[in-house]
């Protein structure tokens, strides 16, 4: 497979990863329909585990089923599924080699009253799924921040130095966060950096408001306002300057059910403002698998512009 000069590009920031690191992220670059672009759409399915399963997949129940995400990642011609373990352990054989996968190694669920995660599968597990990635949550202001970020610290360098790729979901919340402060600008930019610190390959976030909300940070902001912060594209530059200057890639997730103008936007928005593409579970897999098909090719054709 020849690389683009654009994945070949995004390889150089890497500076000390062996060939089989490099090697999957160019996977994860190089397939579906923005293979070689440098830009992502991934299908994240593991709402079974963090809201349960109803509430994930009774609007679509085609979706229970572990091989229809694979199908639906495959038709959409998407650059990589993540899951945790049960989920791809139930379809790995059928669809070994076919497309990139991420293997969710910690999981959360909303019978818990603390924000926090399990550590539910390894790298070892990555290895013989097959997977080119492992993914991470850590909620950065939880009580169990500083754990979740020392399990995240031994699990990637195992993943490293057998060349797999670390994706990192950085959350914030926890008791000095309410929900505008969750999403805010200044939280998402410090989550998506922290991420980039602890070593992450591939960092994801929800997309940031415009809101500023520490009041540590307020001060700095308003001697240095972040350029068109009104604009979602404006926000993603700041997020996406906070990834190391852009030295790694960033994805934005997609949330809860939204109209196919909501996600459309948004993409619109991550595109113009230089972020990497979206992660998109309940507006892919909540919908038929024709519908899902309809509206992540048009963001993908947003991506491709
Ligand atoms: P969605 O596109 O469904 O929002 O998926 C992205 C994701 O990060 C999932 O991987 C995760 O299960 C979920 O969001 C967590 O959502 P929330 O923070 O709303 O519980």
Redesign the pocket.
Known sequence: MQLTPKVREILSWYESDNPGTKSNIARILMQGKLGGTGRMVIL?V??G???GPARSFAPNPAAYDPHYHFELALEAGLNAY?APLGMIEAAAASYAGCVPTILKVNSSNSLSTTKDQAVTAGVDDALRLGCSAIGFTIYPGSEYQFEMMEELRELAAEAKAVGLVVVV?S?PRGPMLDKTGETALDICAYAAHMAALTGAHII?VKPPTDAIFLDAAKKTYEKAPVPDIATLAGRIQHVVQACLGGRRLVVF????QGSDDSMLDMARGIHAGGGNGS?????AFQRSKADAVKLLSAMIDIYKA
């Open positions: 994240p593991d709402q585990f963090e809201h993540a979901w959350y994801k997730s997609g949330g809860e992660i998109v579970g309940r507006n």
